[in-house]
């Protein structure tokens, strides 16, 4: 059993995600960051950086935290949405790096000053929205040539997409891009996806979710 200890936030969505996809059976933990429950020592001893996502895998007795490398860790575990040729893994693998070093970071520091931060400061939202919009850019331009983003659908489009499907959050405008369109329309199809992108449910949403078979936990 998985243990997931997460927030309704694109980081936490990835691994949700994911887990649906697999079809692995999980139970979540609502970690409460308007309380800081991030920062409890209980917590701190599962991630370090005090940050969700963190599981722990009860089969193993081993605990994961920071999102791409739960992803890499439920790929392997479960023998699907990775390829086990070499090529093909770092395909994945350079995908998810580019999610986790760019999309990431950008996206959420154009969140932060838009929707969080005290005061409007224009030059930085600027910097922060159109670095997120090339990086789509550069998504787009992959797309045009593949179905998904390493030729076979992986963890690298479970990553990014959690990300960009907020894109209006964010205000990144994906007017013009055609093939991150047809691509974002693609993954929000699968039923995984779908029900994984409500683990939790955002702010707002009813409380009520089965999750891989088992209730969610709230503490």
């Known amino acids: 059993m998985i243990e997931l200890y997460t927030a309704p936030t694109p980081n936490g969505w990835k691994v949700s995600m994911a887990l649906e996809e697999m079809d692995i059976a999980y139970r979540v933990h609502l970690v409460d960051l308007s309380s800081g429950e991030q920062h409890t020592d209980a917590f701190r001893r599962l991630n370090p950086n005090g940050r969700i996502p963190a599981i722990v895998d009860t089969d193993n007795d081993l605990s994961i935290f920071e999102s791409g490398a739960i992803l890499l860790y439920l790929a392997e575990k479960s023998g699907r949405l990775i390829p086990s040729d070499t090529a093909g893994r770092y395909q994945v693998?350079?995908?998810l790096m580019f999610q986790m070093a760019g999309i990431g970071p950008m996206q959420?520091?154009?969140v932060s000053f838009i929707r969080y931060f005290p005061e409007t400061v224009q030059p930085a939202i600027d910097r922060y929205v159109n670095e997120s919009r090339r990086l789509y850019e550069v998504l787009d331009t992959r797309l045009r040539d593949v179905e998904y983003l390493a030729d076979e659908y992986s963890i690298a489009d479970i990553a990014n997409y959690s990300w960009v499907r907020s894109h209006k959050w964010a205000r990144v405008p994906i007017d013009g891009l055609a093939a991150l369109g047809r691509w974002m329309d693609a993954m929000a199809e699968k039923p995984g996806i779908r029900k994984g992108s409500?683990?939790?449910?955002?702010?707002g949403r009813a409380d009520k979710v089965k999750a891989g078979g088992a209730a969610i936990?709230?503490?």
């Open 217 to 219: 936990v709230t503490r």
């Open 198 to 203: 409500n683990v939790p449910p955002s702010p």
């Open 108 to 110: 959420g520091q154009a």
């Open 93 to 95: 693998m350079q995908w």
